[in-house]
């Protein structure tokens, strides 16, 4: 899981990429003022039931095991419909003309309708594996993420939250991007686990193209709101040198604003989610607004999103 209150470091250290500066004395300060909006945040909305798609394991023919069924349908429409968004959301769609329903249980992955066979990464084939609430909370079990590219079985896994429509399109077209990377392009950037620091720096680099494609998704399945809310709060942070100090003038109330336009309803587990990725989108627009180079915006992003994943 993303960890917002690590927002407040990574911005520090950007100022150092960008500017050359060092990194301001106040880092602690920013770092709790961060921390603690985050969890407030969070917090508020703990009492709220979390919406599951698979609150179990489903059984053949329940209504969840249709629901998991008529969402990869729709995933194959949601890759359709803003394949025009972007080059790279166009090479999505063309990488993956194909999508095919799986289901994690005991510990394997299994094709949908179930079948013995565990699916392994064809060309032009894309799977959507969902991952029942029981796997997610069992300690003998580990996953990276609730949503990650997994190249063994060619595939998007996640949890079966039930994921607002904004918010979904930007998932598939966030980890289906990586997965063009890996079994497309074969860059030595897609490696789920990197275990040096070269391929460290790597692996954050896509991940700053895999969440521009995000916020540009939502974007679109917004009409234009999110980033005009991202960029508004952006805009109204203070002009400061120290980005950091600026971004801990964020109110909850602006991550509030964000998830309604993405559609989050009531619910704490949609909201860790989404609640670092909308910071990191106005940390982006913040970001933008200091005219940096290209080179140095790019390394700027990269080190942000360093520091936010603890990568």
């Known amino acids: 899981m993303r960890r917002l209150w690590l927002v407040a470091a990574a911005i520090q250290i950007c100022v150092s990429v960008a500017t050359g500066e060092s990194v301001p004395k106040n880092a602690g300060g920013c770092f709790h003022i961060l921390r603690a909006m985050g969890q407030k945040y969070i917090n508020e909305h703990t009492s709220d039931p979390s919406p599951w798609i698979l609150a179990y394991d489903p059984d053949i023919g329940s209504s969840a095991y249709m629901k998991i069924q008529e969402l990869v349908a729709d995933a194959d429409r949601i890759l359709s419909k803003y394949a025009g968004v972007d080059p790279l959301a166009k090479r999505v769609r063309v990488s993956f003309p194909k999508l095919e329903c799986s289901l994690f249980r005991n510990g394997k992955v299994f094709l949908v309708p179930l079948s013995k066979r565990t699916p392994k990464a064809e060309r032009g084939v ?68 990197p275990n040096t620091e070269a ?35 952006a805009r109204r942070l203070p002009p ?19 998830d309604k336009i993405l559609g989050v309803g009531k619910g704490a587990c949609i909201r860790e989610s989404t609640t670092p990725d909308n910071v990191l989108a106005v940390g982006f627009a913040y970001l933008d ?16 999103y360093r520091t936010v994943t603890n990568n």
């Open 126 to 193: 894309g799977r959507i594996c969902f991952i029942p609430y029981p796997y997610t909370v069992n300690e003998k079990i580990h996953f990276p993420s609730s949503r990650f590219w997994a190249p063994q079985i060619g595939g998007v896994m996640l949890f079966a939250r039930g994921w607002p429509d904004a918010v979904w399109a930007g998932v598939l077209f966030h980890e289906f991007g990586h997965g063009v990377y890996e079994a497309v392009d074969h860059r030595p950037s897609s490696l789920l686990r």
């Open 199 to 233: 391929a460290a720096e790597l692996f954050a680099s896509e991940e700053v193209d895999m969440y521009d494609l995000q916020f540009k998704v939502q974007n679109a399945a917004t009409h234009g709101a999110f980033m005009n809310k991202v960029s508004e709060i």
């Open 240 to 258: 400061q040198r120290d980005p950091c100090s600026a971004l801990c003038e964020m109110k909850t109330r602006d991550l509030a604003a964000l």
């Open 289 to 304: 607004s200091m005219k940096l180079s290209e080179k140095d915006l790019r390394k700027a992003r990269v080190v942000l």
